[in-house]
């Protein structure tokens, strides 16, 4: 469970990852040029979400309340990404677009309004995002990695198909290699969200 073989995990699967990041930046496009039509499918989310932070700044220990939710809130979906990505890989490719969308949305849309955009990217994005938004590429990658196997078994013969038994176990070792590392990422970077980013953007 060591990172370098973590890292050496990663090698394994560079186009998974590079078809990853860029259905991230694809969403990021999408999410710049589309801000008015996407308004009305994103307001609702981000508005959401605003309540949910308006509530965390009330509570005893904001910053504590901060690091749960967002921990909590990214890991658990940094994990379930990537074994749901069995689904054919549909599922993480939607993450990493709506995900991609709403920060190209975010961005744009501050721009529009006049808003200090080094505000929102160097202090309210960058600090954590650094570590965030690659460990949320990988998951997906190895989620897309999932779903591609399972298509490759689903439409191959019967005798590829016991060919590439053996390679399950060492698949599986990645993925419980992949989730245990993508929760220590979104670990520090939930760490970083609620302590830097929270007192830059204060």
Request: charged share 10%; hydrophobic share 55%.
């Amino acid at each position: 469970m060591s990172f370098y073989a973590f890292a050496k995990d990663l090698t394994t699967i560079r186009k998974a990852l590079l078809l990853a990041l860029i259905l991230f930046v694809a969403g990021g496009v999408i999410g710049w040029i589309g801000t008015g039509s996407l308004q009305k499918l994103l307001s609702g989310q981000l508005e959401g979400l605003s309540k949910i932070s308006g509530s965390l700044k009330e509570s005893a220990h904001p910053q504590w309340s901060f690091f749960q939710f967002i921990f909590l809130n990214n890991s658990i979906k940094g994990v379930l990404i990537i074994f749901l990505g069995a689904l054919f890989g549909v599922l993480p490719a939607l993450f990493l677009l709506i995900n991609g969308a709403v920060i190209g949305y975010l961005i744009h849309a501050s721009a529009l309004q006049g808003l200090d955009l080094f505000e929102l990217i160097v202090k309210g994005l960058l600090p954590h995002g650094i570590i965030e938004i690659p460990a949320i590429i990988i998951a997906c990658a190895f989620g897309l990695q999932f779903g591609l196997k399972v298509l490759k078994d689903l439409f191959s013969s019967a005798a590829t198909r016991e060919q590439r038994v053996g390679e399950w176990p060492a698949f599986m070792r990645q993925t419980l290699r992949a989730s245990i590392w993508t929760v220590i990422l979104l670990l520090i970077a939930a760490v970083i969200e609620s302590t830097i980013t929270f007192s830059l953007l204060s």
